[in-house]
């Protein structure tokens, strides 16, 4: 049984830093593209960031470019966000997915096969 598991997330200040992971388990996903999406309440699951199976190539919502930072360790079957300079606005729930087929399209959240339970990030003075 393939199983997605987060974990990372918390309350932080703006300004701060925090590091998500998300560790698979059930099977292998080194050959699998691995993404970042997040969810606010009432609002459509929105795409933050994809990573190659190599870890090669990557690519970032333009709210988040530059602040934030996806890697994987293949050896871990884990990916991970790194998330710097949060600011309020960053606040909501971060899912991690394994994308189906190839790289391109990564936007759409349908193009995933598999997901995490979610993890909630809260940035907050």
């Known amino acids: 049984q393939v199983q997605l598991v987060e974990s990372g997330g918390g309350l932080v200040q703006p300004g701060g830093s925090l590091r998500l992971s998300c560790a698979a388990s059930?099977?292998?996903?080194?050959?699998?593209?691995m993404g970042w999406f997040r969810q606010a309440p009432g609002k459509e699951r929105e795409f933050v960031a994809i990573?190659?199976?190599?870890?090669?190539?990557?690519d970032y919502a333009d709210s988040v470019k530059g602040r934030f930072t996806i890697s994987r360790d293949n050896a871990k079957n884990t990916e991970y966000l790194q998330m710097n300079s949060l600011k309020p606005e960053d606040t909501t729930v971060y899912y991690c997915?394994?994308?189906?087929?190839?790289?391109?399209?990564?936007?759409?959240?349908?193009?995933?096969?598999?997901w995490g339970q979610g993890t909630q990030v809260t940035v907050s003075s």
């Open positions: 997915a394994v994308k189906s087929g190839s790289y391109y399209p990564f936007r759409e959240s349908a193009g995933y096969a598999y």
């Open positions: 059930g099977r292998t996903f080194s050959n699998d593209a």
């Open positions: 990573i190659s199976w190599s870890g090669s190539t990557t």
